[in-house]
Nanobody, 123 residues
């Protein structure tokens, strides 16, 4: 099994930047695709970004493309989400997920989830 812990969230003004980290404990994550999702109260979990085990292939939601960058350091068992040019509509709890068994953009395809970190963007 693997445990995922997100960090790096906080309050930032529109146009600012944050870097989220997702640290894994337990077994290695180096063989598994990882993803970032976000959720606001009353709405379904939304895909943000995903990365294959090697880091060669990445996917992004259209709403964050060009502003967010997903990366990973398998030696550190950590996945990152660099968020630039933040907008108020990016406000959400951001969760990382591991072990995608199918479409990396589908939250139902992931086995393990972190508890999330709150990102709030003020206008």
């Amino acid at each position: 099994q693997v445990q995922l812990i997100e960090s790096g969230g906080g309050l930032v003004q529109a146009g600012g930047s944050l870097r989220l980290s997702c640290a894994a404990s337990g077994r290695s994550i180096s063989s598994y695709s990882m993803g970032w999702f976000r959720q606001v109260p009353g709405k379904e979990r939304e895909f943000v970004a995903a990365i294959t085990w090697s880091g060669v292939i990445t996917y992004y939601a259209d709403s964050v493309k060009g502003r967010f960058t997903i990366s990973r350091d398998n030696a550190k068992k950590t996945v990152y989400l660099q968020m630039n040019s933040l907008k108020p509509e990016d406000t959400a709890v951001y969760h990382c997920a591991s072990d995608s068994v199918g479409d990396m953009r589908d939250p139902d395809q992931y086995v393990y989830w972190g508890q999330g970190t709150q990102v709030t963007v003020s206008s």
